[in-house]
């Protein structure tokens, strides 16, 4: 595959739908020059031309370049501390077919299982189409693909196992590969330096710099409730004191109106924030929030600020709170004018899963042939 070839289908991944006019223009190429690289990648069932819908315009009716039917695909993994899921996904972010499942937070083995009995299916059902996976995991992620997921005792887990013949296989932190997705389909796109924050069981994110997340020299970087930007009182499960996360999640309300642990503490922080009458306890861990945001926007000059999993929920009850932590916690050069701090648009099911597909085609792209 030549580098244009290449090229030309990130154009119409990025922008299913795209006309052949439109994507020469993007490739910076002539007519003459497109239309042999799409006859090229039509013959090699990557992609398909077809008639663009009227515009009510004089001239030849253009077309639209679209992924082929029998072309290939990709399976995006999203495994979290209560559910799976797997997406079959095309060229353009389309998903095929979809399958979940729930686990008991327990063992890997069995989560493992199920997974990889999915898989089987599924491939199955595609034959040899599904050429590489994306794989979400609710930890740390090592660049050797080891999974490390201290909340369910998950440790030095082999994520290869999930499909050990798989031509490509990428993994990632759900939160860096949620990062990932609203950086390329959701309200970061087009930042040039987009800071991504998730809470659910705890606090996480990345740093997403023209389209790439910053992973670390471990696969460890985006681990920003592990900041101590919390109680030093406080131990955190990971053995620190003080964390971040600690002191903006499910836990952290539940010390502050004197509730026990919660088991779910995603679902006690939803009902929790949704209560009006706790609205005291709300306000001081979106003031943590916004205090920790601003640490990180004066030592990662961030132009953009996306919230999601719990965040969104707090920003919806306690914008003052949050946006006057954040404002007070800011240095003078970004007062003025501070980064918007906004919701993800892709919801907490599907930041992580479509950031898993998007990695997935980002290493097969250029290997297709």
Known sequence: MTTRSTELLRVVHHRPGVTRAD???????GTGAATELVTKLSRARLLVQAPAAPSGARGRP?????????????????????AWRIDVVEL???TATSRTGRHAATEWVPVRTAITAAVDDLLSRYGRRPRAIGVSGPGTVSRSFRLDASGLNWHDVDLTELWPA???????????????????????????????????????????????????????????????????????PCGARGCWGSAVDGTALARLLGDPPPRDPISYARRIIATEEHLPAVRVVGEALGRGIAGLVNGLDADLVTLGGLGVDLLAAVPEAIHAAYRDGLMLIHRESPPPVIPATLGDDDGPIAGAAEEAWAALLPRLA
């Not at 994507?23 to 190429?29: D, E, F, K, S």
């Not at 759900?174 to 659910?200: N, P, Q, W, Y």
Request: glycine share 16%.
């Open 23 to 29: 994507a020469a223009r993007l490739l910076g190429v």
């Open 62 to 82: 253009t077309t639209v370049l679209l992924p082929h039917p029998e072309g290939p695909l990709v399976l995006a993994v999203a495994i979290n501390h209560e």
């Open 92 to 94: 353009g972010g389309t």
């Open 166 to 236: 798989a031509d490509v296989f990428v993994a990632g932190n759900d939160a860096t590969l949620a990062a990932t997705a609203e950086s390329s389909r959701g309200a970061a796109a087009g930042a040039a330096v987009a800071l991504h924050l998730r809470i659910e069981a705890g606090l996480g994110g990345a740093v997403v710099e023209n389209g790439r997340p910053v992973i670390g020299a471990r696969g460890a970087a985006g681990e920003f409730g592990h900041m101590p930007f919390g109680d030093p009182a406080i131990t955190c």
